[in-house]
């Protein structure tokens, strides 16, 4: 897979991600704070990936590892929600692999290297 294709696949997660968001939090009375902590960080990673910013992709990652987090705790805490969690969950781990591949390429093709 190229790494263009591969940023398209992870700007998709992260749109997903913030519509799953936009949509289980959207009765919320704290709909602003909602948009803000969980629905612009995707949003924003999407446009610097978009834009090919590497940075993008490490913090889609690192925050990533929150997501997956959130999806653990609530997938455990709130049964009623829990198909949203495991949805959150699944996305979470799709985007830790999508930014890992090159970085797991590299380190790997050096060893074979050797």
Same mark, same amino acid.
């Given at each position: 897979?190229? /790494?263009r294709s &591969?940023?398209l696949? #992870?700007? %998709?997660a992260? @749109?997903? %991600? @913030?519509g799953?968001y936009a949509?289980? *939090?959207?009765?919320d &009375? $704290?709909? %602003?704070?909602?948009?803000?902590?969980f629905?612009a960080?995707p949003?924003?990673? %999407?446009?610097g990936v978009?834009a090919?910013?590497a =940075? @993008?992709r *490490?913090w889609? /990652? =690192?925050?990533a590892?929150?997501? *997956?987090? $959130? /999806?653990?705790?609530?997938a455990?805490? $709130?049964?009623?929600? +829990?198909?949203?969690?495991w949805?959150?969950?699944?996305? +979470? #781990?799709m985007i =830790?692999?999508? =930014?890992?591949v090159? /970085?797991?390429r590299? &380190?790997f093709a +050096?060893?074979? +290297?050797?």
């Amino acid at each position: 897979m190229s /790494g263009r294709s &591969r940023d398209l696949i #992870l700007a %998709l997660a992260l @749109a997903l %991600l @913030a519509g799953l968001y936009a949509w289980w *939090f959207r009765a919320d &009375r $704290h709909l %602003l704070a909602v948009a803000l902590v969980f629905v612009a960080p995707p949003v924003l990673l %999407l446009l610097g990936v978009l834009a090919q910013r590497a =940075v @993008a992709r *490490f913090w889609a /990652g =690192v925050l990533a590892l929150f997501w *997956f987090s $959130h /999806g653990v705790m609530s997938a455990w805490s $709130h049964r009623e929600t +829990a198909l949203y969690a495991w949805v959150e969950i699944l996305l +979470a #781990l799709m985007i =830790v692999a999508l =930014v890992s591949v090159p /970085g797991m390429r590299a &380190r790997f093709a +050096a060893k074979k +290297a050797r």
